[in-house]
């Protein structure tokens, strides 16, 4: 079965109702940086704050995941586990660990669930309630069979909490190890992702224009042949963004002088 409606299909069957891939147009007065992403309804409320990626996103890692196959993977950020799921259910010959540092009740809960529906889907994967950067190696060492072979960023999402998770996760990640970071470009996060790539001398950085919160991934040249592909298909010419960038700044000057058009 397609990994997102098994999500749909799990979430819904443990009592949720899924929120995901909307419009922002079809639903006015919503912010665009909410209503993409996915959030599970139970007694008309949120289960959780942070949401969950957007289904372009699931279809991201579907297509990344297509060649590539990597045995460890680590979460920051576990919310109500479905970036985790989605990572195990694309993988399911891999190990997937997930931290959530649990500020509220809520995700507390989303580890009890998550942990719940491994057990009951038989997927090899486990969430715990720690923190990055402190506990990102024990946890790794504890539950991982090796080394860190993929790393998806998705906990604090500031530019210094950024930079903390990647340098929690490096000392403990493989050589070849690829590195997904969620939010970039909506949490203005583009300053730590630079940086971390002209730091990290070994990997090369691409921003994925393709994706609804502007992912951006790290990875070694020698993975180019497995994922070279993938990350190309998601991510827009750099001309294109320059033009659209400023097609948007002109219209947004046209529209303030009172002339603008809809095209
Ligand atoms: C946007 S949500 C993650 C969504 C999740 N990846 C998904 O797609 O379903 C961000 C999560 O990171 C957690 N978080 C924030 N800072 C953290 C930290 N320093 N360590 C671990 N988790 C953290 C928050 O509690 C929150 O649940």
């Known amino acids: 079965m397609n990994a997102f409606v098994k999500l749909v299909n799990i979430y819904e069957a443990y009592g949720y109702s899924v929120q995901t891939g909307l419009s922002p147009l079809h639903f006015p007065g919503h912010s665009w940086a909410d209503i993409p992403f996915t959030y599970f309804i139970a007694d008309e409320k949120r289960a959780a704050k942070g949401g969950g990626i957007a289904i372009a996103e699931i279809y991201f890692l579907d297509a990344l995941f297509s060649h590539y196959r990597p045995k460890n993977i680590f979460v920051v950020g576990n919310a109500f586990g479905w970036s985790t799921l989605a990572l195990s259910i694309l993988n399911p010959d891999a190990r997937v660990v997930a931290i959530d540092a649990c500020p509220r009740p809520e995700e507390e809960e989303g580890i009890r669930l998550t942990?719940?529906?491994?057990?009951?889907?038989?997927?090899?994967?486990?969430?715990?309630?720690?923190?990055?950067?402190?506990?990102?190696?024990?946890?790794?060492?504890?539950?991982?069979?090796?080394?860190?072979?993929?790393a998806f960023i998705d906990g604090g999402h500031t530019n210094e909490q950024q930079n903390l998770d990647f340098g929690a996760i490096k000392p403990v990640a493989a050589e070849d190890c690829v590195y997904l970071f969620h939010?970039?470009?909506?949490?203005?996060?583009?300053?730590?992702?630079?940086?971390?790539?002209?730091?990290?001398?070994?990997?090369?950085?691409?921003?994925?224009?393709?994706?609804?919160?502007?992912?951006?991934?790290?990875?070694?040249?020698?993975?180019?042949?497995?994922?070279?592909?993938?990350?190309?298909?998601?991510?827009?010419?750099?001309?294109?963004?320059?033009?659209?960038?400023?097609?948007?700044?002109?219209?947004?000057?046209?529209q303030r002088n009172g002339n603008g058009s809809k095209s």
């Open 115 to 150: 942990n719940q529906i491994a057990s009951d889907f038989d997927l090899n994967l486990i969430a715990v309630n720690a923190r990055s950067p402190e506990q990102v190696a024990e946890v790794a060492r504890i539950h991982l069979d090796g080394a860190i072979d993929f």
């Open 183 to 254: 939010d970039v470009i909506n949490f203005m996060l583009l300053e730590s992702f630079t940086k971390i790539i002209q730091e990290t001398p070994s990997l090369e950085g691409h921003v994925l224009f393709r994706t609804p919160s502007g992912m951006a991934i790290g990875f070694p040249q020698s993975m180019k042949p497995l994922i070279g592909e993938a990350i190309h298909a998601f991510s827009e010419p750099d001309a294109q963004v320059q033009s659209l960038l400023e097609t948007g700044r002109n219209n947004i000057t046209a």
